[in-house]
């Protein structure tokens, strides 16, 4: 039974640029959230998505967008980067209704932003 | 307004000894949830323990309980029988409204050394 799994696991991008994370939810779940995870700090909730909508979001700015398919898979947008956007972005997923919600997380993918 | 705090610095245990993690919330909300997350340098964020606000026990799993004091609003982690491999960043997490919400908000966490 996979996990959660996250692509790519690392990339470096230039300022002004567009980037793309993915993310491929544990076998059975239909939740897809996204976590900005900067050096030294915990998690920041940016949103989730359910049944391919945005159903909440974090106090992120339109910059950062995304995508739910009719897989559960999910991809973070982050337009016209800045260096702050460098950060762990993590993917959790769950089961809406589940036990607990309770989120499980991919291992991430870190982002540099030059 | 910062929802869970996490003040301890770096800590050091001696293998084998018990590590208690400090973690504080801040809700109005009667119906919320509180998890433990630990962190390896790897980055994963591997989920290890959970309580729910109106649990009447305390919450165990293996080596790690919590020690849930509702009206401190604390929500402490005790690891026991410390491990080599239990060196990371220990993450406290609330869910506030646990019905049709499932964000998480975390804290800064805990580093956690241990040593042989």
């Known amino acids: 039974d996979a996990g959660v799994t996250q692509s790519p696991t690392h990339l470096i991008k230039t300022r002004g640029q567009q980037v793309t994370l993915r993310c491929s939810p544990k076998?059975?779940?239909?939740?897809v959230s996204w976590y900005q995870q900067a050096l030294g700090q915990g998690p920041q909730f940016i949103f989730q998505?359910?049944?391919?909508?945005?159903?909440q979001r974090g106090n992120f700015p339109d910059r950062f967008s995304g995508h739910q398919f009719p897989n559960y898979s999910s991809e973070l947008n982050v337009n016209a980067l800045l260096l702050g956007d460098s950060a762990l972005y993590l993917c959790?997923?769950?089961?809406?209704?589940?036990?607990?919600?309770?989120?499980?997380f991919g291992p991430g993918t870190r982002l540099t932003v030059l | 307004a910062q929802k869970i705090t996490q003040t301890q610095p770096g800590m050091f245990v001696q293998e084998k000894e018990a590590v208690t993690l400090d973690c504080t919330y801040d809700?109005?909300?009667?119906?919320?949830?509180l998890f433990w997350y630990k962190q390896p340098s790897s980055g994963e964020m591997i989920f290890l323990i959970y309580?729910?606000?109106?649990?009447?026990q305390n919450a165990t799993e293996g080596r790690y309980s919590l020690n849930f004091q509702k009206a401190r609003k604390s929500a402490n982690l005790v690891i026991s029988a410390s491990q080599l491999g239990d060196s990371a960043m220990y993450f406290c997490?609330?869910?506030?409204?646990?019905?049709?919400?499932?964000?998480?908000?975390f804290g800064k966490g805990n580093q956690v050394v241990v040593i042989p």
């Open positions: 076998s059975g779940h239909d939740t």
């Open positions: 997490a609330m869910r506030e409204n646990l019905y049709g919400n499932n964000r998480l908000a």
């Open positions: 309580q729910g606000s109106y649990d009447q």
């Open positions: 959790a997923s769950s089961l809406d209704g589940g036990r607990r919600d309770e989120q499980f």
């Open positions: 809700t109005s909300d009667p119906s919320y949830g």
């Open positions: 998505y359910y049944e391919e909508e945005e159903r």
